[in-house]
């Protein structure tokens, strides 16, 4: 079975699609002798990497953000050359623009089952953000609108893999009927808890022993809800200065922003970028309190990972991530607001059990959710499109 992933999420910085087709890759190599892969993505230019069973094609594609390096494929007619040319049995389009389009039409033309993932809950994460500026007819317009497209573009899909039962269920509602939930993965064997080395990584960080280290991984977008994490910091610092500083990774749009609190603060490091897993683990184990101020996320891996490493998490409650917090929610913040999640950090911080909260959490995440499970549900999944084909 040749697979062939097709996205735009897709930067050389991060990003929660990038790291599952990255997983999907090792666990093909690894696993799967019997299947090819082939990815097709946006680049600076393009190239074509072959590996074992494996084949990488950058299509150049103009930047639209230099923070976080995401580019927009507009060369279709490639990826329809690219396409034929490989000759796939089952194709996944991973964002919902004209790429996803484009993979439809070819796959119908070349009778290929083409599936959807449906990584992004744009909607809510875009058109809300612009359209409450319009005043709420404009906005309940755009919500109509988006609503329909959502339908359109995802029912024509063999099949619309979502991350959660909560987001199934809204697709559901907005007319997409062929849904089947697929969690995303940890990699267990790196993910994973050991505390020895904390002391050294606080020292890396440029952060003191004995301040209590919060950390934040993923963009600097206001989808991601970061101005309210800022805030949150901000407040602590005048509160109870030198009682906690805050590591960030990751970058975009609000970095100003985030420079600004460093400055105030000077109770704050960022690193633009961790694209080594092992280090990335590192850093979350170094923490002592993940902070995930998204209230939009449909998945949210980073809040998996740290918990896979001992780390518990702090954020708001209400997102679809709440089904994958393994640890009490009942001090996280209840509305959306700096006050509140100041709040539920001061006091997830004074819990003299956090570390074994952490290490529980992190048990039960790592059966559950290691790649390897997730993976070969995927490719039976993969498999019973081709059947029902």
């Not at 497209?149 to 995802?154: N, S």
């Amino acid at each position: 079975m040749k697979i062939c992933d097709l996205t735009q999420f897709y930067s050389p910085v991060g990003g929660g699609v990038r790291r599952y087709l990255q997983e999907k890759i090792a666990y093909l190599r690894a696993q799967r002798p019997d299947c090819e892969h082939i990815l097709i993505i946006p680049g600076h230019q393009t190239t074509c990497e072959r590996g074992e069973r494996t084949a990488v094609y950058t299509i150049k594609s103009p930047l639209v953000s230099r923070t976080s390096r995401y580019r927009m494929l507009f060369n279709l007619g490639a990826v329809e050359t690219i396409i034929e040319r490989e000759k796939p049995d089952v194709i996944e389009s991973g964002d919902p623009y004209q790429l996803a389009w484009k993979a439809q039409a070819t796959g119908e033309a070349l009778r290929i089952p083409v599936v959807g993932f449906y990584h992004s809950h744009f909607p809510e994460a875009y058109v809300r953000t612009i359209a409450k500026f319009l005043g709420s007819t404009a906005s309940d317009a755009m919500m109509d609108l988006a609503k329909r497209y959502v339908g359109k573009l995802y029912g024509r899909f063999s099949r619309t893999f979502v991350p959660s039962a909560g987001l199934e269920k809204v697709l559901n509602e907005w007319g997409v009927r062929n849904t089947t939930v697929i969690e995303l993965g940890v990699d267990t064997a790196v993910f994973r808890p050991d505390r020895s080395l904390q002391s050294g990584i606080h020292q890396t960080l440029g952060v003191p022993d004995g301040i209590f280290l919060l950390l934040y991984v993923g963009r600097l977008a206001p989808e991601k809800n970061v101005k309210t994490l800022f805030a949150a910091f901000d407040q602590l610092h005048k509160k109870m200065p030198g009682r906690f500083h805050l590591h960030i990774v990751g970058d975009g749009t609000t970095r100003d922003s985030l420079e600004h609190l460093q400055e105030a603060t000077r109770a704050v490091t960022w690193q633009k970028f961790c694209a080594d897993s092992g280090e990335l683990a590192a850093i979350y184990r170094a923490a002592d309190l993940f902070v995930h101020p998204g209230v939009q996320e449909t998945f949210g891996l980073v809040a998996l990972e740290s918990q896979a490493c001992g780390t518990p998490v702090v954020g708001i409650r209400g997102s679809y991530m709440d089904r994958i917090i393994f640890s009490d929610q009942s001090q996280w913040a209840a509305e959306n607001s700096p006050e509140a999640l100041a709040g539920a950090i001061l006091d997830a911080s004074s819990r003299s059990d956090l570390q074994a909260i952490g290490l529980a959490a992190s048990e039960r995440v790592r059966a559950r959710y290691d790649w390897t499970t997730v993976f070969s549900r995927l490719f039976a999944l993969y498999e019973s499109v081709l059947r029902s084909r």
